[in-house]
């Protein structure tokens, strides 16, 4: 999980209330993603920062909202209009230099368990 | 969308014997990444396969691309309880800036 770091590592939360999970790495990586992982399933991404003040939609951004203010911090809110938040929530960065970040490993905190009831 | 599909979902075999995962995926490609997620943990990269590549070596893996059947495979030889995990591709499309992944494969080594 080396140079990312998430928190915490569980997370419960009441149903209507938003809540906001931190990813920061210390790699010096242009790009950060955050996806959402449900039991037995791979990896859907929500959204994704390229280069620091601009971000993309992933495949399941509704409900979601991320800032990207520092290179090495990418925060990631759920808010009460995400209809089945709880879920193990991943955050990873890559380097972007000289081209797409995605041709580049990506590097992967250790995860959110968020539970909502 | 979703792009890599593994298969099996699930493998179970004994210490020393080899492991082979396969991973099929739809659009042109730039590249083609395993990652391994030991359980409740985050995704650890292990190889990364270019679309001009056809086969790549990493101490005990072995993965292999064939572009012309839009398939991958990573062996795993003489495997080790330590390897239990489940395993994942990514793919990079060449139009897009961005990893999709397939939905894992579990692989259980019994001692």
């Known amino acids: 999980d080396g140079g990312i770091t998430q928190s915490p590592k569980y997370l419960f939360r009441k149903e209507g209330q938003n809540v906001t999970l931190s990813c920061e790495q210390n790699l010096n990586h242009d790009a950060m993603y955050w996806y959402r992982q449900d039991p037995g399933q791979g990896l859907r991404l929500i959204y994704y920062s390229q280069i620091v003040n601009d971000f993309q939609k992933g495949d399941i951004a509704e409900g979601y909202s991320v800032s990207r203010e520092k290179k090495e911090s990418f925060p990631l809110t759920v808010t009460s209009a995400q209809k089945n938040p709880t879920a193990f929530y991943l955050c990873a960065s890559s380097p972007g230099t000289g081209g797409f970040p995605s041709s580049y490993e990506q590097y992967f905190g250790p995860g959110t368990r968020l539970t909502v009831t | 969308s979703q792009q890599g599909e593994e298969d099996p979902q699930a493998l179970s075999i004994q210490e020393g014997e080899n492991a082979t995962m396969n991973c099929s995926y739809k659009t042109s490609i730039n590249n083609l990444q395993w990652y391994r997620q030991n359980s409740g943990r985050g995704l650890v990269h292990l190889i990364l396969i270019r679309s001009n590549e056809r086969e790549k070596h990493s101490g005990r893996l072995r993965v292999t691309l064939d572009t012309s059947k839009k398939s991958s495979s990573l062996l795993i030889t003489a495997s080790r309880a330590a390897d239990t995990a489940s395993y994942f591709c990514?793919?990079?499309?060449?139009?897009?800036?961005?990893?999709?992944f397939g939905e894992g494969t579990q692989l259980t080594v019994n001692p």
């Open positions: 990514a793919t990079r499309e060449t139009s897009g800036s961005r990893l999709t």
